[in-house]
């Protein structure tokens, strides 16, 4: 069973940092992509940043440099280093994986975990 667990959310103020992480569990499984999506009250879902098991990484336009996505590998963990909040960042933060196992696969979604800026 694949399970994604995410950590790191909370309140903080403009300005401050906050890093999220993104934990991928099950046996005999590897990991392709992995992503940050975020969904706001009363607003879809978009995309933060993905990155790829070669490297590649994408970022949404309003990340503006502030955020770096990043992941460790053999942990089949993901990062997400988001400085300089502002209050549009307030969110539920949701970790995205594309897990595969033999020649199947399936994309997973973390509980979400809340992200405020306010001050």
């Known amino acids: 069973q694949v399970q994604l667990v995410e950590s790191g959310g909370g309140l903080v103020q403009p300005g401050e940092s906050l890093r999220l992480s993104c934990a991928v569990s099950?046996?005999?499984?590897?990991?392709?992509?992995m992503g940050w999506y975020r969904q706001a009250p009363g607003k879809q879902r978009e995309l933060v940043a993905i990155?790829?098991?070669?490297?590649?990484?994408q970022y949404a336009v309003f990340v503006k440099g502030r955020f770096t996505i990043s992941r460790d590998g053999p942990a089949k963990t993901a990062y997400l280093q988001m400085n300089n909040l502002e209050p549009e960042d307030t969110a539920v933060y949701y970790c995205?994986?594309?897990?595969?196992?033999?020649?199947?696969?399936?994309?997973?979604w973390g509980q979400g975990t809340q992200v405020t800026v306010s001050s």
């Open positions: 990155k790829s098991k070669d490297g590649i990484t």
């Open positions: 995205n994986a594309d897990v595969r196992w033999g020649k199947l696969g399936q994309t997973y």
């Open positions: 099950g046996t005999k499984i590897s990991v392709n992509t």
